[in-house]
């Protein structure tokens, strides 16, 4: 059986518990199954609880310190609660991303077993954040983040989408993020991600896509002091503003790649930075529903199907002009 190196200890387990949202973000790769890829022409079933879990069981052998749970929205799902407190004693880490819709009524089993709680909010506007997420329960979002705080929950990040309809948004974002910081004591953060790149979002790629290169020398000119930091999958920077960490994922920078990248017609524009596992037990290093870039992981000898994506995770390096190299394979010259 094979492990994950000592430098590749930060590599975490992106896991989805469930194949639909209730949310339509304007963003979301639905082509690729949002964040739970697996092919459409395997027609798998989801795994019940138990199925699921021998599956986290096996990949928790392997090193991985991290559980990062996604869906879907992962909070439709009815068994996630038994599947958190299974992960309880597997992971020093578990996360969480949600579109807080079902928080508040699921903030118990939350505060029990998740570290870090991450909340996606791409405007503080709410009119606004209704367009984007085509669902008008996200007028509440702001309110849900502030009664996590209340209810105790230590550690929380917000994720926003920088596009050109929200860039102005940030800056909201931070003054609300630090007052809750002030009154609640809670550790709150704010990942910026950039607008991430489908064939089924193309339109909507080119029309809102902003190199976030340029937020950060706009940052500068305001005297923001701005950090590096090279992390498994990509490079990515932060800064204090407003008393508030802001870390910023960069994907059109450097990108971890590996020798299954150099050939690769799906070119993507994250890189490697993860192992996958789907609600129907797909595995896979990649972003995509390439049925060449993945296995199901069932069977008798699930070691052997593990060994093989985590012997790609040890050799995956970073790869400059990453950014050029899939902006050049989509035609999307000029973009960077």
Known sequence: MRSLKDEKQTTFLRASV?????????????????????????????????????????????????????GGEPLLNPTFPEILSGCRQLFETIEVTTNGSRLLENIEVIKVNVDVLKISIDAFNPALRMKITNNPQAKQTTEIIEGCCKHGISTIGLNFVFMKQNKEELALLVDF???????????????????????????????????LKTIRDCLKEKGIPINHRLRIGCDSYYFSWNDVIVNMKDSMSCTHRAEICENCSDYCQEGIYSLKHSASGWISVCPSNNIALGSLLNGSSPAE???????????TIRTENTGQIFCNSKGLEGFI
């Open 305 to 315: 199907t593990i060994d093989k994506y985590v012997d790609i995770l040890n050799q």
């Open 18 to 70: 469930c194949d639909i949202c209730n949310f339509s973000c304007e963003y979301c790769a639905t082509d690729l199954g949002m964040e739970n890829h697996t092919p459409k022409c395997l027609n798998t079933k989801l795994l019940n609880v138990n199925q699921y879990m021998n599956n986290i069981n096996q990949l928790a052998k392997y090193g991985f310190k991290t559980v990062s749970f996604t």
């Open 177 to 211: 993020a630090s007052a809750l910081k002030k009154k609640y004591g809670t550790n709150i953060y704010i990942s910026v991600l950039d607008l991430y790149y489908s064939n089924g979002n193309k339109e909507f790629w080119k029309e809102q896509f902003v190199n």
